[in-house]
């Protein structure tokens, strides 16, 4: 199976900083990746899928990039309503497999 | 608006049985693939099994594959998921969720279903 890597496991930031969020995955998964956001007591909503494509109706200010093993998500400017968990998400074969998830709290 | 919602979640015994299911509305159901996904509490997000849209192909991970079995009902827009000899790793929320395909990633999510396994 594919094993997905994510980093930092946390990440402290304030409103306006721009935050970067790194998905390794063991292997070459092309851009098949997706990402997600989850809020406390919430489902998971599909932020950005095949690595950098938006879903629609999520906010410009976020952003996906890289191929291959590596890949970001990046929120040009924090705001607060993005203080969440994210999750990728790698679906180059049928059996998926998600990162670990990295937390954005407030510094 | 599409509309998933889950039920069938409980306490069971280790090595019992339990069926969810998901109801869904707003959305040609017959015409998507569908994932359950699963969070242990305090934990990740993993991935328990995905369905075709006709039902022929069904896809597992290695921790639930032989265990649980995934089926639709496209004559009731609903979506199962038998779980058979449960065990205490077993408990999570269990989400019902919309493809874009077999092979892809989940679009829409149901709120969730709680199955707790303990004696």
């Known amino acids: 199976d594919i094993q997905m890597t994510q980093s930092p496991s946390t990440l402290s930031a304030s409103v306006g900083d721009r935050v970067t969020i790194t998905c390794r995955a063991s292997q070459s998964i092309s851009s098949w990746l997706a990402w997600y956001q989850q809020k406390p007591g919430k489902a998971p909503k599909l932020l950005i899928y095949k690595a950098s494509s938006l879903e629609s109706g999520v906010p410009s200010r976020f952003s996906g990039s890289g191929s291959g093993t590596e890949f970001t998500l990046t929120i040009s400017s924090l705001q607060p309503d993005d203080f969440a968990t994210y999750y990728c998400?790698?679906?180059?074969?049928?059996?998926?497999?998600f990162g670990q998830g990295t937390k954005v709290e407030v510094k | 608006e599409v509309q998933l919602v889950e039920s069938g979640g409980g306490l069971v015994q280790p090595g019992g049985s339990l069926r969810l299911s998901c109801a869904a509305s707003g959305f040609a159901f017959a015409s998507y693939a569908m994932s359950w996904v699963r969070q242990a509490p305090g934990k990740g997000l993993e991935w328990v099994s995905t369905?075709?849209?006709?039902?022929?192909?069904?896809y597992y991970p290695d921790s639930v594959k032989g265990r649980f079995t995934i089926s639709r009902d496209n004559s009731k827009n609903t979506l199962y998921l038998q779980m058979n000899s449960l065990r205490g790793e077993d408990t999570a929320l269990y989400y019902c969720?919309?493809?874009?395909?077999?092979?892809?990633?989940?679009?829409?999510w149901g709120q969730g279903t709680l199955v707790t396994v303990s004696s």
């Open positions: 998400q790698q679906y180059n074969s049928y059996s998926r497999t």
């Open positions: 969720a919309e493809d874009r395909a077999e092979r892809g990633y989940s679009f829409e």
């Open positions: 369905i075709s849209i006709s039902g022929f192909s069904t």
